[in-house]
Structure formats: C-alpha cells, structure tokens
C-alpha cells in the first residue's frame, strides 16, 4: 500500500489528509489552527500598535510552517502508517495569497527592519486594499487593449497579484525595493518544503495573467502602469512556470525533519484549492462543471480550445488540468448571502421553533421552504449581496427582492435567495455554452451541498442539470494528494497523469439531484424574469445600484 | 356651554366623544367593541354553520345600534353634562360599508327569511369579494369612455358600492329583489336616529360615483353591467344628496330614549371617516393636506376646482368642505408595512434590546434609525407591500428592496421602509401639484404621528413639506362633532358653517417637523431613483410583479 499527503492551507486553518494511493481512501485528517489567523485589525504581538487600515487583511507566514510540522507529524503518528511508504507530498492554497521575500526565500516579515510594516507581510486573498491599484491595472489594460483582458472577464480583482504588488510599491517603495521576489505564498511554501523555487501554472494564470502561449504582460504594460513597476517580472519573478503535477523537487532534509516524513520524496508544484478539487472529484475532462460552494462559490469547467465566454474570472491553458483550458467563473456570494439572512433578518419564532426541533435555522427554513411550488411565493431576488462576479464583473451591484406583500413569510424569502443564486449559476452555465464550452452535468463540492439539499435540488431544477454530489469535504486536500501522486510517478508509486491518479483515487459521488421537468419549466419562467432585471440593473439601463453605493459612501456608510 | 356628540364607527369597536362646542375641547370619550366584530368566517350564531368565502367581510348592523346606546348613554354619565345643552348629534363610518334593507330601513339580514344569506348582510368596506364585478365595472366604464372614470384615478375599487351591490345581483338575485333599499351604513345609522333616510355627500360621491354636477351614472351604464342592473339607482338609491353639516334630521323619541339625549336634537347628515378628520385637525381651505396615517395613509386636500390629478381615488365636490372639491389619495399600506417587518424580519437580537431597554421594535428599530444619514444605508424600496393606490392604482404591485449587502443591518431597512412611504406621499403630492391642486404643507393625523416621530421627519425632509402633528388622535369623531355643531347652526347653540366650527373648534397642532434642506437635498437624488423604479415597475416597462404574482396564484400561493 501507497499513501500520498496533501496539505491544504485555508484561510483560517490548515489540513492534511493522508490518502491511499490506490483507492483514493482518505485514512486521517489533521487540522492546524493558525495561531495569527487573519490579521485585520493590527499587526500581531510585540507589534500591535500598528494597526490595519480597513479592507487590509494580511497573514503571518510561520503559520504556513506551523501548519506544515503540527500536522502531518500527527497525521502519520495517527495512522500508523510507514513513511517508507508515503510517495510524496502535494499542497493548495487560497490565492492570489502572496508576500514579499528575499533571494533565498525569507520573508520580509520575518526580517527585524522590515518587521513592523504591514506591507512586508503576506497578504491574504481577501485583502481589497488595492482597489486603486485595480482600477489602474483595468484602465491602462483597456486603453492598451490588452489582448489578456477578455479572458479575465474585462476585469482584474483587486484580490490579484499585480493590484497587491503595485499597492507594495506604491504605498511602501522601500518593502518593494527590498523584496527580491513577490511569490505566492503557495509557492513560497513548496520553495520551504524543498529549496526549489518554483512557480505553479495555476496562480500564474488566474492571478498573475500569465498564458501559456503568450506568457507575462509585456513590459510597456507594467511601465504604463508605475516606470518602477516595468520589470517586475524579471526582477520580482520568473518566466519559467511549471505546470501542475510536476515534481518541485524532493523534501529538503530539514522539512523531513520538522514532519517525519523521508527525505527526497517528490514535492508537487502547488495548485489552488478550487482548482486542485477538480480532479478530485473525478473530472479531468471537458463537459462537467466542478462547483465549490461554500460562501461563494467557484465554478470550474475544462475545454480543449481557447475560448473567451463573457465574465469568467479567468481562462488558463493548464491551469486546472495539463493539457486543457481552464475555465474558472464566480459567485461573490452563495452561503454568506444565506447566513447574512439567518443573522440579521429571521424572527424569534423561527429561531424557537429550530431550538424546539434540534434544527439549526437552515434546517427549519429548508424545511418549510421544500414545502412551496417553485413560483408560489411571487418572489424574485438578484443574488448580488456582494457585487456580482461572473458574468458581470461589477463589485458596486447590490442585492433586490421584488414581488413582497404584507403576507410574505421568512421561509418564501429564504427559499427565494436559493432559487437567486441557482439562477445565477445558470447565468454562468449559459455564459459559457454559448461561447461554446459544453456543461453536461455538474459535480458539486464544498460545504453547502452536504448542508444544504434543499440548494441541490434548485439548483438542479433551474439549471437542468444533474447535480452530484462529492464524496470528500476536502477535496482540495485530496486533489493535492492526487497531483503528490502524479509528482511521484508510476516508477515511484504513483501515477504518470493526473487523469491516470483520478480514474483510480476519486470516490464515487454520494448522491445525485435531477432535474424534475415540472418545476424545471416554471423555473425556465422565473429565470427569464431573472435575467431581465440582471441586464437591466447590470448592464447599464439603470445605475441606480451604483447611485446608491456611492451615496453611502458619501455619507460615511460601511459595508 | 354648549357640546356636541360625535360618533366614530370604525371596524372593530365605535366610540363616542363629547366636545366642547366653544372651545372643541374633548370632554369624554367611550369606546365600544362591536359584539360580532368583522364576521369573515362564519356567520354569526346560531348560524355558525353558513361559512363565508376567503376574502369576505361582513357586519351585524345591530353591533352599530349597540354603539350608539352603550356609547352615549355612558358618556352622559361619565361627564355630567345636562343633555339640554347638547346641540346636536355626528357620525362618522368607515366606507363603503353597505347594506340591503326594506323600505322602512330595516336590514334584511335582522329579517328571519334572509338572516341565513350572506348577502344579507352588512357588506364591511374590507369585503374583496366583488373583484369580478369591480373587473366588469372597470372594462364597461372603459369602453363607453365613461366621464367620471378619470375623477377615480381611471379605476373604481372593489370595495366601494356598485361592486358590492353587483355581487348581490350576481350571486344572490332573490337578496337584490328584496332589497328596496341599498345603503351606506353611515347613512343607515342616521335613518334610524331620525326617522330620515338621507345620503350624504362624501359617500355618494366617493364610493357611489355622485357628482354635483353629473349625478349619477347613466341607466345605460348600468345596463351594460346588467341589464337587471340598470335601475339600481331609481330602485335602490335616492337621487337627493344631502350636503355635509346639513340637519338630517331630528333625534327620533326611540333614539333619545337609547341614549339619554334630548329628542328633536338636531342629527348631521353622517359622513366618512377620514374625511370628518380634515375640518377637525383646523383645514377648511385649499392647500393644506390631511394625511390619515396609520396601517395605510388616506390623503386629503382641498380645492377651488375641477381638477384631474393622477391616480386619485376620487374628487368630488362638497366631498368633504361644502363648496369646495375633495381630492382624496390613499396608499394601500403604511403602518402595515412596517408591522409586516417587525413581525417577520427582525431578528432576536434587537428583541432582546427591545424588551432590555423598555421599548418596541418600532422604538429600538427608530433609535438606531435616526443615527443613520439619509443615503447612508445604501438601501432603496418600493413600498408596494399592499400594492399602490395612488398615483399607479394597481393592486398587483409587490414591495422592492434594493442595494442589500452582507453588511445591511435590521434599522437600516426598517428606516429605508419609512423612507419610502415618504416618497410614496412624495408621488401623490407632486401628481396634485402637476395638475394645479397645490399642497403647501400637510397636517398628519391618525394613529402613527404621535408613535413614528422618526417618519414624520423623514417625510417632511422628503416632501419639502412642513409636517403638523394634529392633536386629537380620534379626529374623526371630533369632526363629526364639528359637524353636528353645523347641524344646529348658530341659533341652536352651533355654527352656521363648518369654516367657523373648524376655527371655533380645532385645537391646535401638537408640534411641527420642519423639512432639514440638508436631508432634503440627499432626499431630492432618492426620490430620482425611486421615481424612475416607481415608472419602470409600475407603468408596464416591467411586469414581472404581475408576472409573478401570476405564477404565485397558478402555483396556489397566498398573500
């Protein structure tokens, strides 16, 4: 028997999972919480008097390491199992997570001088301070006519790669200055785990709008944007990508030392968490959807031709699977839009009766809910609490329901907010049909779906899709494990392709919901509604969405 | 000192006041629970077995005689004062409240052969059973270009008299046959204080399309509905109006001897409700609106002419001042909206602050409230909860939120709720100022003034518009007070018109909210954006409110 890790940085834990190689069998699980977590408010002790402005949320390198020694120690003391046996090792990550480091790979945080400035810390995926920096990058690139732009959906995320290096630069030139390299942290940990410096094809592409056939943005681009920024490419990073399920390199002898695992085993080339899910849940060819639903929700779908479908948040040749375009959509907000509705907006006699049950308020909501006839509670929501990703790539788009009476119930309105967001799905799904990109049947994975059947089913029926469900909950983790494999080869225990290690280690789903026809044609009704008031709110006919952000913000409102 | 009854017939209980005829000071008030209520179940027993239809809404005309004699009797007791020096006597209803009776006035539902029927019954002015009929009333009166539809805001109402009196035709032939009369409850009750059947102005030309100058419709008309139909108004009616303030009679020796009073004292024609409240609250004169605010809001404003403003429920001359013409406007839900908020959308967290601090919902919600700017809650709403009367007349309307984020918190929505009954009021006055009615501040009485100071800022802010807190909080009956003193005019201890009653007798505003220009500028931009909603959901643009309420019935959804 042949095992392979895979660890999973998060964004408040990590894990590692230990999977037989042959099955797939997950045989433990060790989670890590980071001692720093987010940092948000102020930066950690003996600092604290440095505080955050607000939108920044940074995180402390070390809990990377941490997580790496904590956990994968316990995982093979758990298990039993004989490092002898262990064929390799695979990380994900949350990205575009980077930090600023030195030649050899130190972070700058770790660095005396540079350990108070907040810009010498790793910055989280969901830092949004570099919104300006954003707004640049969108501009020069329009004006430009980048040929890179359409396939990010017209739009770069102040969550991505340069809006975080152009804010280093011009908000701390001197961190900037001093940085040697600006990496993803998923790469930075590989580079720990084996002294080989490596950047992965996945975080190049969707954050760092590198393609495989056109590589980096040229330099005038990045001069345009900031003269100080024009090489950062070549003075920052490096052109040499490499694609997922290579092997790194093997596991220096001191990252052996902090896990007990055998020194030289194969390191793969780090991967995205949603990205690395893909082949988990057994697809490695065009035609499925993966979708990772959680808070939000990632929608990740392979084609073997370059195409350019309207608001992905990214197309990259081998940036899921070698090989095949990666086509990866957004919802902004799923399960953060559900339990934004449960906090602030579900009376007392809802929460009592969920107490009285031993229900949680999803559980007593979704039960009542199951019991309306799609269109029975004369409700319709756009889905758009926090901004619209795909496919309209407009953050200042808010949330609507329309079609309330005295008689409305909170159950009609939470069922109303998970029909929203299928209906947005079907958006994306018809978004990428139609520029041809097929999407068959979809596999869903994440929290939500094991949570939520309720969801499932809509989701089914507005989209007219099968939905199956994953079997793994950390199918990051396992996917990682999977590309540890592939890194290890068949000579070492592995695998030679990634399609090989799926075919053999994913899990069969553990459920499917299927379309009902009935309700699937009283969707097709609602969605069309849908979809009117979408382009109509989203596409420019009216801004008052955009109207009233700004009118907030002018009067000093949050949120 | 002279005083003056007034009786206030509303839909659940009736109350009597006695007033200072010099002074208008209310010496005494006596309320009284109607014993059956609204009956919309089920009548009464020993009928409980005849089950009423959703949406009906019946009334026992004795609970109405009950009122007069448990009413007045007590308040001549609690207060002491010598019947000789009580000038007259006022009532006030809600409408359309309708009734069948014989030619003596008797209701067919007190006769054995006819106490069984439904339709025997007093029809409630919440009855929305005669939708059809209102339907047909709306499609002939439509097609033969009708002249008095515009004075309706192009629609009559399901709840006012032609519809009521066609659903018994429709439904119960034998009940219309009987009915030698058909008639206004207001003017039912001062039948049976006098001995005198009259019809007032304000029902007549509110609920039963009477004009001064046009009477009312044509046989023609009323063929077409049905031809057995067509002499409704020589069969069932009176062609004679009687004006606001006239005598209609004198107390009937039976009536005196229920209550105490004097017989031979003079009995005002009866009037509405809402309509007794603007001479009460001091308004006598063009430009002055009276906003009746509580679970919906009636707007009423003077004025010298004939004019046609959008969507009004009715202008008719004398309706409420003699001599002058009535513009009323309604928005179908207020007071109720917010209820519907508290009731099903705030979460236990700020019950808990609530029941903390010795407050309601409405007070905890309007503390955190009134520390938001307008505009800072980034929030817009339609408040079509209850569908729109004026300006739109549609009840097919739904409510709209718009601009949620994960951030949006329960008192930003409950304020953005106030906000837009205020830009509903907005709509109404701008539709009266456009057709040349002009509205230079507005008087609020009813129940929600004195409990919503939050709203009465927000609405002057919104409007431009000075708001006055009148001070009696049973306006109407002190205008049916007024209105009694009239009846006796000045040689029987009144006045001889109601101008110098309203001046005698009104008391004075409990307090004034000036519109902040600062506010009002932000509010200007709102009121932009919520027109522009207002015309896109609400004049065809858009139907998905139709749409889906469609769908809802179809799919057997309630509300």
Chains 1, 2 share one sequence.
């Not at 699980?29 to 949320?57: C, F, K, M």
Request: net charge negative; charged share 20%.
């Amino acid at each position: 028997m042949k095992y392979a890790v895979g660890i999973d940085f998060g964004t408040e834990s990590g894990r590692a999972v230990l999977v037989d190689v042959g099955s797939g069998e997950e045989l433990g699980t060790v989670v890590h919480q980071y001692a720093n977590g987010v940092i948000d408010r102020h930066l950690p002790a003996p600092n604290e008097n440095v505080r955050l402005e607000p939108d920044w949320a940074l995180q402390d390198p070390a809990d990377y390491i941490e997580t790496v020694k904590t956990t994968v120690a316990r995982l093979l003391d758990q298990t039993g199992v004989d490092p002898a046996d262990i064929v390799g090792v695979g990380i994900d990550f949350t990205a575009c997570t980077m930090l600023p480091t030195t030649a050899n790979g130190t972070p700058l945080c770790e660095l005396e001088e540079f350990r108070r400035w907040p810009h010498a810390w790793v910055k989280l995926w969901k830092h949004h301070a570099a919104q300006p920096e954003a707004d640049r990058i969108n501009q020069v690139g329009a004006e430009m006519r980048e040929r890179w732009l359409p396939r990010y959906g017209g739009r770069i995320s102040s969550e991505w790669f340069y809006a975080k290096s152009l804010q280093i630069l011009d908000e701390a030139p001197d961190i900037y200055r001093a940085a040697d390299r600006l990496i993803e942290a998923a790469d930075w940990v590989v580079w720990r785990l084996t002294g080989v410096e490596t950047r992965n094809s996945c975080t190049a592409g969707y954050k760092a709008i590198w393609s495989k056939s056109d590589g980096f943005p040229e330099r005038s681009f990045f001069a345009k944007l900031d003269p100080g920024f024009a090489d950062v490419v070549d003075e920052k990073m490096r052109r040499n990508i490499s694609s997922l399920g290579e092997r790194a390199g093997g596991l220096s002898a001191e990252a052996a030392s902090w896990t007990g695992l055998a020194p030289g085993i194969p390191v793969a080339v780090a991967n995205v968490d949603a990205h690395a899910s893909v082949p988990a849940v057994g697809v490695t060819e065009p035609g499925t959807m993966v979708a990772v639903m959680g808070t939000s929700t990632c929608h990740m779908v392979l084609g073997s031709q370059l195409k350019l479908p309207q608001g992905m948040c990214g197309v990259v040749e081998d940036g899921i699977i070698p090989g095949l375009f990666g086509y990866e959509a957004g919802q902004s907000a799923v399960g953060d839009i559900f339990s934004w509705f449960t906090r602030f907006a579900v009376p007392p006699e809802v929460h009592d009766r969920a107490i009285r049950d031993g229900l949680n308020l999803h559980q007593v909501l979704g039960r009542d809910a199951t019991l309306l006839k799609p269109g029975e509670s004369g409700l319709l929501v756009l889905d758009w609490w926090n901004g619209n990703r795909s496919i309209l790539v407009d953050v200042d788009l808010s949330g609507l329901m329309l079609g309330a009476t005295l008689a409305t119930q909170p159950h009609e309105i939470y069922r109303t907010l998970l029909e929203a967001t299928a209906f947005g799905t079907r958006a994306i799904i018809e978004s990428l049909e139609a520029a041809g990109v097929p999407v068959n049947r979809v596999v869903a994975c994440g929290g939500l779906p094991e949570r939520n059947k309720l969801l499932m089913q809509i989701s089914a029926d507005v989209t007219g899709r099968e939905f199956d469900i994953a079997a793994s909950t950390q199918a990051g983790a396992v996917g990682s494990a999977m590309h540890a494999a592939v890194a290890a080869g068949s000579a070492g225990g592995g695998y030679d392709s990634i399609e090989q290690a799926a075919a053999a280690m994913a899990r069969p789903h553990v459920g499917t919901f299927r379309p009902d026809p009935s309700a699937r044609k009283v969707y097709d009704q609602l969605y069309r509604e849908y979809m009117t008031l979408h382009d109509y709110f989203g596409r420019g006919a009216n801004d008052v969405m955009k109207v009233l952000r700004a009118m907030r913000s002018q009067q000093g409102g949050g949120g």
